[in-house]
């Protein structure tokens, strides 16, 4: 209603996009700062079609460069210095900007006044998976606009849509927890095998006789192999870019800038993964509460739960099983601090295994 009402000539030059993580928000504000700027356009669906594959002039996108937090100069030049300048061939500009609840008080500053008193044609759309983050001098200045979690059978059905098994599909759009982008990725073959990494890990904290040294090794090297993924793709970008500058200092300058980006991508990529198991964890012991509990309507993933239940789910002590669940989600909430992972990982293992090992 909020940006029908905006597209219908009622639009304010902030809107904040808030609600979980893989609901649309992304998609939403793509669509809208397409309508935006088509506005008045001669030919609207060449303008959509280069706003959705981000090559249009007057649309700008900000990722934080940061592995956990956005920078001075992610908003500096590209947002608030252009904003002062006319649009290059719409009535409007636009610019979006990513997980806003990383901003600290020098960049929220920075952008404030472009927040406060734009130019008539600039609108500024800023995403965020954690509102109560948002520094409340950003929130108190623009128009809020909530997204919903997915319900699980809306996930299901389009999983089903796209060839998963009705079993599956209803699995992984519940262990997604409403985030429509995780249940595409656990339906996936990548994602199958991540729930593989979890199970052996969880599997083997309940197991007395587990004789595998280092269950959690699976999360882990699946983690490095995104790591170095990710760094590829972007020195990839940055060698086709550096081959086109002249040798100089402003060439190395620019080869010091992918270097670090790469390894930012690298960090990001690597905890998002990590990030996800630990989530999945998290889930499973809950599973397993469930069953101890006699709640097994209750199961997100009864055929995964059972397998790694055994006979023995009924009689696992739920009280332990909650414990357990809480060190997941505290091991977790430690990788935004730069901890090692291999440490944090390695002791959460030791610590889960001595809590419910062989419980039952």
Not at 102 to 117: F, G, S
Request: hydrophobic share 40%.
């Amino acid at each position: 209603m909020i940006l029908s009402s905006a597209l219908a000539g009622n639009e304010t030059h902030g809107y904040l996009f808030h609600g979980p993580s893989g609901v649309g928000k992304r998609t939403a504000a793509r669509a809208f700062a397409a309508e935006l700027l088509v506005a008045g356009s001669p030919d609207p669906d060449n303008a959509r079609h280069r706003v959705e594959v981000g090559t249009h002039p007057d649309l700008t996108w900000v990722r934080p460069t940061g592995a956990h937090v956005m920078r001075t100069e992610d908003v500096a030049e590209p947002v608030v210095a252009a904003a002062t300048r006319t649009p290059f061939e719409s009535s409007k500009r636009v610019f979006v900007l990513e997980r806003v609840d990383t901003m600290n008080d020098e960049v929220a500053n920075r952008l404030l006044k472009t927040l406060e008193e734009p130019p008539p044609f600039v609108h500024l759309i800023l995403l965020t998976d954690s509102l109560g983050q948002v520094l409340p001098t950003v929130v108190s200045r623009c128009q809020l606009v909530r997204f919903d979690r997915l319900p699980p059978a809306q996930i299901a059905a389009e999983l089903v849509g796209d060839g998963t098994s009705a079993e599956q599909a209803t699995a992984c759009a519940k262990l997604s927890l409403g985030n429509g982008a995780n249940a595409r990725f656990l339906a996936s073959g990548e994602g199958q095998e991540l729930c593989a990494d979890v199970d052996r890990f969880v599997g083997a904290s309940l197991s007395a006789s587990s004789v595998e040294p280092e269950p959690w090794r699976g999360l882990l090297d699946r983690a490095e192999r995104r790591r170095v993924a990710a760094e590829e793709k972007v020195a990839e970008a940055g060698a086709a870019r550096v081959g086109s500058e002249p040798k100089g200092r402003e060439r190395g300058a620019i080869e010091k800038q992918f270097e670090d980006a790469a390894k930012r991508e690298g960090r990001r990529a690597q905890t998002e993964i990590l990030d996800l198991g630990l989530t999945l964890a998290g889930l499973r012991y809950r599973d397993l509460i469930c069953l101890a509990e006699g709640a097994g309507d209750a199961v997100l993933d009864p055929v995964g739960a059972g397998e790694i239940a055994g006979g023995e789910g009924s009689r696992r002590d739920p009280r332990r099983l909650r414990m357990a669940a809480e060190l997941c989600e505290a091991t977790r909430l430690s990788l935004e601090l730069n901890v090692t992972e291999d440490l944090a990982l390695e002791a959460l293992g030791f610590r889960l295994r001595r809590l419910v090992g062989g419980d039952g």
